[in-house]
């Protein structure tokens, strides 16, 4: 036998099937879930940061004895701005790499915005708000929630390219 008889396959061999191409629509499944997605992501950060914008630290105590966030004494901790910081800055970056649009921050910015500035002037059965304006904490949440998503909007504008 000589060595290109060896090497060559036999001719009436049946080629390899060509692989399936993925559905094209799969791009705009994505980027209206990764939108869907980071508005469902604001709506339940807002709503947990709201809630414990009044943690104090006796509630460390308190809360496991089935009293309400609030009720215990000591200083207020600032556990819904550090949240409101994280939180926020990793949803605009889900929103914008999911979708590979900027536009993407603007919907869950403008919802946890919104449900912020809601709850400030929305009273309570009993006459309270939701968040007033004597809760430094509260207020100081709203400025840093906003500013960062304001923050990584400016970054995804001086950079020109998504993340």
């Known amino acids: 036998m000589s060595m290109s008889e060896v090497s060559t396959p036999p001719q009436d061999a049946p ?6 191409k993925p559905w094209d629509g799969w791009d705009q499944v994505i980027r209206v879930a990764g939108v869907v997605i980071s508005i469902l992501a604001a709506l339940v950060s807002g709503f947990f940061e709201i ?15 089935g009293d309400a966030i609030g009720s215990g004494g000591g200083p207020l901790l600032g556990v819904s701005i550090v ?13 914008v790499t999911t979708t590979r649009r900027k536009w993407a921050i603007g919907p869950p910015w403008a919802l946890w915005t919104l449900l912020m500035l809601g709850a400030a002037g929305v009273r309570t059965d009993e006459g309270d708000y939701l968040l007033g304006g004597e809760n430094w904490i509260a207020l100081v949440m709203i400025l840093v929630g906003s500013l960062t998503y304001a923050v ?4 995804l504008i001086l950079k020109r390219q998504l993340p």
């Open 152 to 155: 990584f909007s400016y970054r």
């Open 15 to 20: 080629e390899a099937p060509e692989p399936k």
């Open 51 to 65: 809630n414990l914008s009044t943690l104090r630290s006796g509630d460390l105590a308190t809360i496991w004895r």
């Open 83 to 95: 949240l409101a910081l994280g939180l926020n800055w990793a949803i605009a970056w889900f929103a």
